[in-house]
């Protein structure tokens, strides 16, 4: 069974700029999850998607956006790129939305804003 | 607001010595309890869960974990270490107030096992 894919790897952007990273949850997940995790703040949940709809959202500004695909995809968007968003974004997916539930993490994409 | 402490911000054992690794949280609610590891370039796993019923929780690799509500405690140990287990362990909590998915992370702690 494949893990959580996130595209791209490694991506480097300018200040200003606009990025969009993308998320394949595990086949039949539908909820899917994405935290911004960096040296200083460690990991912070940005939001969470299932049935194409955000349910639960992060303490980050509204340049942070994302969403999700019928067939459960996701991405994330960052608008107007500030050097305090290079980070290794990480998507999780999980089998259900309700509580308990389990995440299986992605390797991430790390970021980079000169 | 919820939030998980972890202490140990680097910690040095030699093969064979046991570990424990403290973890508290702050959440006056029910509570579902996690440890997290990232071994030096792969991706976060899952090394145990915490639900409910017996507190005393038992994952991969030979760690263990109690939980202990009276004092906010999720500490994770292992009886004898190995240069494998040389990685990043990260406490997470959710609350029953939060979303499902919405985990709180400790900053985690470095482990490094000297052969």
């Known amino acids: 069974k494949a893990g959580v894919t996130q595209t791209p790897r490694y991506l480097i952007k300018t200040r200003g700029q606009q990025v969009t990273l993308s998320c394949s949850p595990i086949?039949?997940?539908?909820?899917v999850s994405w935290y911004q995790q960096t040296p200083g703040q460690g990991l912070q949940f940005l939001f969470e998607?299932?049935?194409?709809?955000?349910?639960n959202k992060g303490n980050f500004p509204g340049r942070f956006s994302g969403r999700q695909f019928s067939n459960s995809r996701s991405e994330m968007n960052v608008s107007t790129l500030e050097l305090g968003d290079s980070a290794l974004y990480l998507c999780?997916?999980?089998?259900?939305?309700?509580?308990?539930?389990?995440?299986?993490f992605g390797a991430g994409s790390r970021l980079t804003v000169l | 607001a919820q939030s998980v402490s972890q202490h140990n911000h680097h910690v040095i054992l030699s093969e064979a010595a046991s570990l424990e690794l403290g973890c508290n949280y702050s959440?006056?609610?029910?509570?579902?309890l996690f440890w997290y590891v990232q071994y030096p370039g792969q991706h976060l796993q899952l090394l145990l869960k915490?639900?409910?019923?017996?507190?005393l929780v038992k994952g991969i690799k030979g760690f263990e974990a109690e939980f202990i509500k009276s004092k906010f405690s999720f500490n994770l140990r292992k009886p004898s270490v190995q240069w494998s287990d040389t990685a990043e362990y990260f406490c997470?909590?959710?609350?029953?107030?939060?979303?499902?998915?919405?985990?709180?992370f400790g900053t985690g702690t470095r482990l490094t096992v000297i052969p």
């Open positions: 999780a997916s999980s089998l259900v939305e309700g509580s308990p539930n389990v995440l299986t």
């Open positions: 086949s039949g997940h539908r909820s």
């Open positions: 998607y299932f049935s194409e709809t955000q349910r």
């Open positions: 959440y006056g609610g029910t509570v579902n």
């Open positions: 915490y639900f409910s019923g017996d507190p």
């Open positions: 997470a909590v959710n609350g029953d107030q939060t979303g499902a998915n919405n985990l709180f």
